[in-house]
């Protein structure tokens, strides 16, 4: 079975500039959450996707969106990007509630000057 | 909101024990990760706990008590290969969001010859 894929895996922006990340979730899960981890610190919920719908938000910003497709896969997209907004993004996918684990991809590296 | 605290680091010697303690405060409470980060890389599962008890697989066990808000992960017969960031999760069961973990910060744990 394949993992979590996510690309690209770095990525240089300007601020004010917009970007796409995504990710391909592991073979048969059904559920697609996003975080933002900087640098020495633990993962933050962006938000979840569950039968192509958002399914849960964390304090982010409306500048904050996704999408899901009907295989699963997903996309995080930032407009209006930060100096801030600079963190690996992770993307994690399971089946249902899972309770058995989240597969969490490699992460993209943003960086925003 | 919640809180997950867990100590920023530790040092061990090769083939020893650490214990890495995580203490959260919620409002609700629906299951405690423990996750492995290796520098630059996905964080990888390594136990749920949601029942009262203790948890072993292999040389890991995890511990969780809900009444004092407390788990440990226990690493046994310590390799070098597990110099990693240990992430403490916790899931919210005030929401649908399944896939909403609150991450602490991480845990560094150095593993020296």
């Known amino acids: 079975e394949t993992g979590v894929t996510q690309s690209p895996t770095h990525l240089i922006k300007t601020r004010g500039q917009q970007v796409t990340l995504r990710c391909s979730s592991q073979?048969?899960?059904?559920?697609v959450s996003w975080y933002q981890q900087a640098l020495g610190q633990g993962p933050q919920f962006i938000f979840q996707?569950?039968?192509?719908?958002?399914?849960g938000r964390g304090n982010f910003p409306p500048r904050f969106s996704g999408l899901q497709f009907p295989n699963y896969s997903s996309e995080l997209n930032v407009n209006a990007l930060e100096l801030d907004d600079s963190a690996l993004y992770l993307c994690?996918?399971?089946?249902?509630?899972?309770?058995?684990?989240?597969?969490f991809g490699s992460g993209t590296r943003l960086t925003v000057v | 909101g919640q809180n997950i605290d867990q100590p920023t680091e530790m040092t061990a010697t090769e083939g020893a024990i650490v214990q890495i303690n995580c203490t959260y405060q919620t409002s609700g409470f629906n299951g405690l990760f423990w996750y492995q980060q290796h520098a630059g890389e996905a964080p990888t599962f390594l136990s749920y706990?949601?029942?009262?008890g203790l948890e072993e697989k292999g040389r890991f066990s995890s511990f969780l008590s809900r009444s004092k808000g407390y788990s440990y992960l226990l690493l046994k017969e310590l390799q070098m290969k597990d110099s990693a960031s240990y992430l403490c999760?916790?899931?919210?069961?005030?929401?649908?969001?399944?896939?909403?973990?609150?991450f602490g910060a991480g845990t560094q744990v150095v593993v020296t010859p």
């Open positions: 706990n949601v029942l009262d």
């Open positions: 999760a916790v899931r919210d069961s005030e929401t649908d969001s399944w896939g909403k973990l609150q």
């Open positions: 994690a996918s399971s089946i249902g509630t899972g309770n058995d684990g989240y597969t």
């Open positions: 996707y569950y039968r192509e719908e958002e399914n």
């Open positions: 073979s048969g899960h059904n559920t």
